[in-house]
């Protein structure tokens, strides 16, 4: 049975850091992508980044550019996003999900945790 289960949420300064993690069960991050996706209150849900299989190759959509970094263990089969320089419209709950191949169309991903909550505020 595949699970994901996002951990790491929290409330944090602007300006502030925090790493998510995605702990995945059920299938070896070697076999599939896994991206990183956040819904805000009264918006769509947005695809923040996505790390493939194989090379590891990495996507960033939306403003995460330069500003998030995602990674994986396989040996531990977790996956992280990285959020540093945070800022008040980061604030939404963070999923993470698989899919045959990387893309920033929620669509086309088929497993999906629960999510964590982020919020960004002094």
């Known amino acids: 049975q595949v699970q994901l289960v996002e951990s790491g949420g929290s409330l944090v300064q602007p300006g502030g850091s925090l790493r998510l993690s995605c702990a995945v069960s059920?299938?070896?991050?070697?076999?599939?992508?896994i991206g990183w996706f956040r819904q805000a209150p009264g918006k769509e849900r947005e695809g923040v980044s996505c790390?493939?299989?194989?090379?590891?190759?990495?996507y960033y959509y939306a403003d995460s550019k330069g500003r998030f970094t995602i990674s994986r263990d396989n040996a531990k089969n977790v996956v992280y996003l990285q959020l540093s320089s945070l800022k008040p419209e980061d604030t939404a709950v963070y999923y993470c999900?698989?899919?045959?191949?990387?893309?920033?169309?929620?669509?086309?991903?088929?497993?999906w945790g629960r999510g964590t909550q982020v919020t960004v505020s002094s």
């Open positions: 790390i493939k299989t194989g090379d590891g190759s990495t």
């Open positions: 999900a698989t899919a045959s191949t990387c893309s920033d169309d929620s669509s086309r991903f088929q497993y």
């Open positions: 059920g299938f070896s991050l070697g076999y599939l992508p």
